[in-house]
């Protein structure tokens, strides 16, 4: 059972990318999937969830109407699309699961007991 992100990579202010978290050992449409990120010398926090319903939850509004997350159940993996990148989003960002409901509204890591290797997002011209 285990979750694998990928995708991250160098990428200018402004510009687009997909993360991917592929999900083995179990299904991943009958779990909450949510997104993490942490900064150098930040705390890990919530960006935003999936439910397994596709119930969307923004842990932080600063995302809002550039992030999303879009599963693909045939292939047990979901994508994070970030839009319209900012600095401040650079970020090693994690993927992770819980059945069916995101958790919290505080977007808790703890509520999470399923987690992928983070990567890393580097938002620089």
């Known amino acids: 059972v285990q979750l694998q992100a990928s995708g991250g990579g160098l990428v200018q202010p402004g510009g687009s990318l997909r993360l991917t978290c592929e999900a083995s050992?179990?299904?991943?449409?009958?779990?909450?999937v949510a997104w993490f990120r942490q900064a150098p010398g930040k705390e890990r926090e919530g960006v935003l969830c999936?439910?397994?319903?596709?119930?969307?939850?923004y842990y932080t509004n600063a995302v809002k109407d550039r992030f999303m997350i879009y599963r693909d159940n045939a292939k047990n993996m979901a994508t994070l699309q970030m839009n319209n990148l900012k600095p401040e989003d650079m970020a090693t960002y994690y993927c992770?699961?819980?059945?069916?409901?995101?958790?919290?509204?505080?977007?808790?890591?703890?509520?999470?007991?399923?987690w992928g290797r983070g990567t890393l997002v580097t938002v620089s011209s």
């Open positions: 999936a439910s397994y319903m596709d119930g969307i939850t």
């Open positions: 050992g179990f299904t991943l449409d009958e779990y909450a």
């Open positions: 992770a699961a819980r059945v069916r409901y995101c958790g919290s509204y505080s977007g808790s890591p703890s509520d999470f007991g399923l």
